[in-house]
Each structure stands twice: as structure tokens, then as C-alpha cells.
């Protein structure tokens, strides 16, 4: 997924920021499976890369086992909703945060004091926007994408972290005191063209993976994200939740499923 992400969005790059040459210190908001800031280290090793994110799935080991740290500093267990992320001020010349979607959430509402501090040089943000679009009449608000999408919506935002991104993300970012150099929006089908299958296709490709990550039984991913939301914000049982999202999955993994997201 990491691949197909950047192979489309930033051209086979790891950013689209042209940086300064020498040693730069550099921040991965969000680091996720820790690939993209080990992958940064290998581009620019004589850099300093620094890695914060809520959980700890960074890399510890190789292939073989052996203990591994890739030169990247990991700081996990950071909490995105202090002020204080246990970092210096203006310190760092570029920023990345990858699906994150929390971190726009609170540049549209003012919670960047940390973010805003830190960089003194470039950030890019890369999102995939969960909303399921439709440009065919074809998803009636009584259909199961529809009310699982509403459903989803109201849950995120009882709880102040509302799934709907933002339509004015340039004028949130500029209102924040950036200036906004490059903005991309990519279609990402949730079907695949079966007579079609050209894997050197960047549109195919990130399909692909969109749809492994999505639909392979082992990943349960909108069940992942249904579950604790439906079930703890509007008091749904967990059986009526999983029912929902085995129709929905059902919906979106059809052959001419006409939904598709925004990254």
C-alpha cells in the first residue's frame, strides 16, 4: 500500500519538496510501519530522520532476525493531542505526515500549536479521504455505503474527530500561516478493470492495493474501523455492525462498483 500510495501521488518519489542540500533534520508525523522514514534514511543518510507516532510498529528486526534500528530516531507513544511532543521548536526543515487524518482535523481547528512550532522549512500531508463517492445515480441514501458512511460521520464527530475531509483543505492550511505549493487529488476505484490488468498502470496499481488492503478477509479493515465507533457512539451491537459492513464490503467489491475515494 505504501508503494502504490507514492508511486501515483508523488511520481515514484518519496516527497514532491525540493529540499535544501546538506544535512537536514526531517519529521514523520504518523510513522506508521516506520517504511517511509527508513526509506527517507537510505535517500538522505547523512540527514537526521525523526519518527514520532501513538503506537510502536517500527522495524526492529531484518530479515534474519537480528536486532536493527535504520539510523531513524523512533520516539513512539506520542499523544497528537498534547501541545507538548517532546520536541524543540522550529527544529525541523520538512515534515511529512501520511494518513493522518487527525493532524487536518486539527489544522482546521486550531490544535497545530506543536506542528506549526516545529517546522521551519516545508511539510506534506497525504491523505486518502474515506468518503465514498458516487458519480452515477446509483447510491440512494437508503443503500448500505450510504448509511454506513452516515453512520460513520456522526460517530467521529460525537467524539470531536469527524471522518469528513475537509472540501477547503488549501484556504485551512493557508489560515494556519503556510502557503501552499502543490495540492493533487487522485481517484482511488474501489473496482478493479479485470480486462485491464497493466501492472505498470499507476491508477491500477494503487486499485490493487486499495483493494487488498480493503477486501482480504485477514486485514478486516472496515470492520477495524466500524467496530468500536458504531458500537460505543450510537450504542449498535456488535453483530448488527459486522452484518453492516459484510453488505458494504460486499457493495464496493462488486465487479462494476461505481464508488470510488479521494487521496
Same mark, same amino acid.
Given at each position: ?103 487536518? /482535523? ?9 506542528? /506549526? ?17 458516487? %458519480? ?31 472540501? %477547503? ?22 473496482? /478493479? ?71
Amino acid at each position: 500500500m505504501h508503494n502504490a500510495w507514492y508511486n501515483v501521488a508523488l511520481d515514484n518519489r518519496l516527497h514532491l519538496a525540493t529540499l535544501r542540500p546538506g544535512r537536514l533534520r526531517i519529521l514523520d508525523i504518523g510513522y506508521g510501519t516506520g517504511i517511509w522514514a527508513v526509506e527517507m534514511k537510505k535517500l538522505y543518510p547523512d540527514s537526521e530522520i525523526t519518527a514520532i507516532d501513538i503506537g510502536n510498529d517500527h522495524p526492529t528486526v531484518d530479515e534474519d532476525g537480528y536486532q536493527v534500528h535504520h539510523g531513524v530516531d523512533w520516539r513512539p507513544g506520542v499523544d497528537f493531542m498534547q501541545d507538548d511532543w517532546g520536541l524543540k521548536d522550529g527544529s525541523f526543515d520538512f515534515i511529512h505526515a501520511g494518513m493522518l487524518h487527525s493532524f487536518v /482535523e486539527a489544522l482546521e481547528t486550531g490544535k497545530t500549536s506543536s506542528a /506549526e512550532s516545529l517546522v521551519s522549512g516545508q511539510a506534506e500531508f497525504l491523505e486518502l479521504d474515506w468518503t465514498p463517492r458516487c %458519480d452515477v445515480a446509483t447510491s440512494p441514501s437508503s443503500s448500505d455505503v450510504s448509511r454506513w458512511w452516515h453512520a460513520m460521520q456522526i460517530a467521529s464527530t460525537s467524539i470531536g474527530k469527524p471522518l469528513d475531509y475537509p472540501a %477547503d483543505i488549501e484556504a485551512i492550511i493557508q489560515r494556519a500561516g503556510c502557503t501552499v505549493l502543490n495540492h493533487r487529488v487522485i481517484d482511488v476505484q474501489t473496482a /478493479e478493470d479485470l480486462f485491464n490488468l497493466n501492472a505498470d498502470d499507476p491508477q491500477i496499481c494503487i486499485t490493487h492495493w486499495y483493494r487488498i488492503f480493503m477486501f482480504t478477509p485477514a486485514y478486516k479493515t472496515l470492520n477495524g474501523m466500524s467496530m468500536a465507533l458504531l458500537t460505543r457512539q450510537l450504542g449498535w451491537t456488535p453483530a448488527d455492525v459486522a452484518a453492516l459492513v459484510v453488505r458494504v464490503n460486499y457493495q464496493l467489491n462488486l465487479t462494476h462498483s461505481p464508488y470510488y475515494h479521494n487521496l
